[in-house]
């Protein structure tokens, strides 16, 4: 159950019409009262005899105790309910009692006599609007104080006492959602989402890894976003705005939004704070691309330097303070955002939905020590900058591998939300895992499957071999381990890890060892995308040669296990 307090207006007359009228398309279905102050207020809608006006003079009558000087010009106070999807169609009753528990839990009408007049209007399946006069029956003011939060707590106890399907409560950090006019305006036009959720897909995709205003709006200038700037006097920029070219309003015009209405962290000051401090640094041994000023790298390089920073974030998040985890958290968005844009056909919906979601999980009331988010943000960019990725061969695995990272690094996110009771974004941040997972199925198989075939193809004695080392190195999972389908892939790697000239139980034992992985969905994959990034190896197997006998093992010893065990359970895959 979702309660939102509008603004307060000076119109009941106005509000009536509305919310008794057909809606911007006629989406009004029989409007009429479940609910008022008395009980016997008229109802314009279901009675003949009854006027929209009278039921606005009989609402507006306690401003007549005052005199005119003191009565409040903003005296309308205007509250909608709405169920959330899939909840049953409650009755008329029902939504009557709710919205007598509601203007009791909000101030309005408390149950001391002398609340204000208000009545519940009913005009759709799923919601009620509750309209009163901010003036009570003795001539006070009501303690509507926060009448937002109050009217939230009080909707979770309803979801409880009438199992409704429960809605986390929010932090005042979310993004706008979009009204019901704008709804119905995408649904005019076709459009997936409203121009404002469009907009701010657009403006955290063109944020995403960027270090100064001017690369920021050359990204919009090269999505097409109409962007108006505001400049002092002085020259000095002091905010945007931005539309869609094809979202006019009644007289043919853009319809603009200022960035802090679209989302709190797109705002120009907060876009600012990204690069405050320490700017993102460039990458060594890398060419750099004199219009941008980033570094130029292949798709497959860029996911594999996401991958190791995605890795080193959820060590950070794990045992990391509280500033630095939410700025990494934020950046994570960043990296998400720039993977969905540069994405293969393939993966493009799931990632892009992961992106979404994960939005909602970057912002909290911590404040992010920016600086620390720098591995993350060069990741981004260097996304951003490599291009889309083909899809397949080298640039199909490594998006594979760095997908299965990332779901290790929302999970940490979500962990640490739910530590800090976070409830908004520990589900945002789960249902972006989700869509990992998705995007993973999508990715993963053509080369693990690769893999599983090379591994199947070993002889007998280099497949006893590598089960010796998986023993060996996690004794505790090994037999586990040996039983999933993925084991062939795994010992194909660890075949390939020893020709590079690796020790390949040191080598696992590092990469078991970094996270728990007995609730993984399948250990083996998770192992085999690990090894092949730790040790350097193509993340598309076919590059690699055969192994029909005994491999090389002088280098072996060269990798030496970590001196620091660094994991915590948690529900990796």
């Known amino acids: 159950m979702i309660p939102q307090v509008h603004k307060q207006g000076s119109a009941t007359l106005g509000l009536l019409n509305y919310l008794y009228g057909k809606g911007t398309r006629e989406e009004h279905i029989d409007p009429h009262l479940v609910a008022s102050f008395d009980g016997i207020a008229p109802d314009p809608g279901r009675d003949p005899g009854a006027t929209k006006r009278d039921l606005q003079q009989l609402l507006d009558q306690p401003l007549q105790l005052l005199e005119p000087g003191q009565r409040p010009e903003k005296h309308v106070w205007h509250l909608s309910i709405r169920n959330a999807a899939g909840d049953r169609i409650l ?20 149950d001391d006599g002398a609340g204000c007049r208000w009545a519940a209007i009913r005009h759709a399946d799923d919601h009620i609007h509750i309209i009163a006069t901010l003036v009570r029956e003795d001539g006070r003011r009501p303690n509507h104080h926060r009448s937002g939060k109050r009217a939230q707590a009080e909707a979770r106890l309803i979801e409880a006492e009438y ?9 005042g950090t979310a993004a706008r959602r979009p009204t019901s006019a704008e709804r119905h305006k995408a649904e005019r036009q076709g459009r997936e989402r409203t121009a404002r959720e469009e907009l701010r897909e657009t403006l955290r995709r063109a944020v995403a890894g960027v270090d100064s205003e001017g690369e920021f709006f050359d990204r919009l200038a090269a999505a097409g976003v109409l962007v108006h700037r ?16 094809d979202d006019l309003n009644k007289d043919g015009e853009p319809v603009f939004y200022p960035g802090s209405k679209l989302a709190p962290d ?21 060419a750099t691309d004199r219009s941008s000023g980033s570094a130029r790298v292949s798709p497959s390089t860029a996911r594999r330097q996401a991958t190791s920073a995605s890795w080193q974030a959820v ?3 794990d045992q990391g303070d509280d500033g630095q985890i939410a700025a990494l958290i934020a950046a994570s968005g960043e990296m998400l955002d720039a993977l969905a844009k540069t994405s293969a056909a393939h993966t493009r919906r799931e990632l892009r939905d992961a992106a979404w979601a994960f939005e909602r999980a970057s912002r909290s009331h911590i404040q992010a020590e920016r600086g620390h988010d720098r591995g993350l943000r060069q990741a981004a960019r260097d996304l951003v900058h490599g291009g889309p990725a083909l899809g397949r061969g080298e640039d199909g695995a490594t998006t594979a591998m760095l997908i299965d990272m990332a779901i290790f690094l929302v999970i940490a996110a979500a962990h640490w939300h739910e530590k800090k009771e976070h409830a908004q974004q520990a589900a945002a941040a789960q249902q972006a895992a989700e869509h990992l997972r998705a995007a993973y199925q999508a990715a993963a198989p053509i080369y693990l499957g690769v893999m599983h075939q090379r591994g199947r193809r070993l002889s007998q004695p280099l497949q006893r071999k590598q089960a ?9 999972l090994a037999e586990q381990i040996l039983t999933e389908p993925g084991w062939y892939a795994l010992a194909a790697t660890l075949a390939d890890v020893e020709s590079a000239g690796h020790d390949p139980a040191s080598l696992l034992a590092m990469a078991a060892e970094r996270r728990e992985l007995d609730t993984a969905d399948s250990i083996s994959d998770v192992l085999v995308w690990r090894l092949r990034r730790m040790a350097n190896l193509p993340a598309d197997a076919t590059a690699m040669p055969e192994h029909t006998a005994t491999a090389p093992t002088a280098a072996r010893g060269a990798t030496q296990r970590p001196t620091q065990r660094t994991s915590r359970p948690a529900k990796s895959r």
Do not use: C, F
């Not at 009755?91 to 408390?110: H, K, N």
């Open 163 to 171: 199992d409704l399907q429960r809605v986390n409560p929010g932090d």
């Open 468 to 476: 010796a080392y998986l023993r060996q190195a996690v004794p505790e």
């Open 266 to 286: 797109l705002s120009l000051p907060r876009i600012r704070e990204r690069w405050s401090g320490n700017a993102v640094g460039h990458g060594p041994d890398t």
């Open 91 to 110: 009755t008329d009753e029902e939504w009557g009692q709710i919205a007598r528990r509601m203007v009791a839990a909000t101030g309005i009408d408390p």
């Open 230 to 245: 505001r400049v002092a006097p002085s020259g000095d920029l002091l905010g945007y705005k931005v539309a869609l070219p």
């Open 315 to 317: 060590l950070i998040i």
